[in-house]
């Protein structure tokens, strides 16, 4: 049975002391941390939300995508991936046609492979994995790299507020890499308690039911998926919340504009995250 932190690696587990939790994040269970860099969180807020059996049959889960929706690391990521390429392949990657939007990071990896003649990408998977994290880390070190997105933290506090409402990520990171993102973007992973990850299905829409099965694991509260909110800048999030019935809040601070996703059939499409009282109210459905 799945844990409240078995969503994330190791060194992301929480901790419980008295009334807070400790997320530690530490270079001994994350690849890519720089030299003994410890970053310890105190989430009292984590200790208060712990007690999710009190969650109805009303409640909502909402599952946050992070690039171009939480975040934006102005392509640290995408960099990070083909250094990470050509130091494990001696050689610069070429790339075409793989999609990146809203595509999940194992997925990418494999196309890449396609695209440059790699004849076994699983073979190499796990290396290029620890490559890309490392190369990520040291580009978010720089702090002028990451920009947390308008609206979304006032966002995220607001949601926290409400009784009935579960907080996630649904993201095609993997999972030390979209920690350090959120991390690096000022929030503390240990709020998004529900996750699932790229690595974690070989598709996006195969995600949500992940996410809910962890939801219900550590909550006990059997959700269907239309109380589910999926927040994203992709057609392919749209698609991932509309493939299980679930409501899609669409936000063009990515790559596409508000009338492309409203197009792809998002329930909501919005310019930004920024109008918090607006958005909870149609989140919780009031
Ligand atoms: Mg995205």
Redesign the pocket.
């Known amino acids: 049975m799945l844990g409240p932190s078995d969503a994330y690696p190791p060194a992301l587990r929480h901790r419980m002391a008295g009334d807070r939790a400790l997320v530690e994040l530490d270079r001994l269970g994350l690849p890519g941390c720089p030299g003994g860099l410890i970053e310890r969180f105190n989430v009292e807020r984590v200790a208060r939300r712990a007690n999710v059996s009190a969650m109805t049959s009303a409640a909502r889960l909402v599952l946050f ?5 939480l975040l934006l690391t102005r392509r640290a990521g995408w960099e990070a991936m083909l250094e990470a390429c050509d130091e494990l392949f001696g050689r610069p990657f070429r790339h075409q046609h793989t999609r990146i ?2 595509n999940l990071d194992p997925v990418i990896w494999r196309g890449l492979c396609a695209e440059n003649d790699v004849a076994d990408p699983d073979r190499h998977h796990e290396p290029f994995r620890r490559a890309y994290a490392a190369r990520l880390a040291t580009k978010l070190a720089d702090p002028a790299r990451t920009q947390r997105l308008r609206g979304t933290l006032e966002l995220v506090d607001a949601l926290e507020r409400e009784r009935d409402v579960a907080l996630g990520v649904l ?2 990171n993997y999972p030390e890499t979209g920690a350090r993102k959120l991390v690096a973007a000022g929030f503390d992973p240990a709020r998004f308690p529900t996750a699932a990850w790229g690595s974690d299905a070989p598709n996006r829409p195969a995600l949500l039911p992940i996410a809910l099965a962890r939801h219900r694991a550590t909550s006990g509260v059997e959700l269907p998926p239309d109380r589910v909110v999926v927040i ?3 057609p392919w ?1 749209v698609e991932c919340a509309k493939t299980h019935g679930a409501r899609s809040l669409a936000v063009a601070t ?1 790559r596409y504009d508000v009338e492309t996703l409203r197009r792809a059939g998002s329930d909501l499409a919005v310019r930004e995250l920024d109008d918090t009282a607006r958005l909870v109210a149609w989140i919780v459905g009031r």
């Open positions: 995508d992070l690039d171009g929706t939007d809203g993201t095609g994203g800048d992709t999030d990515g």
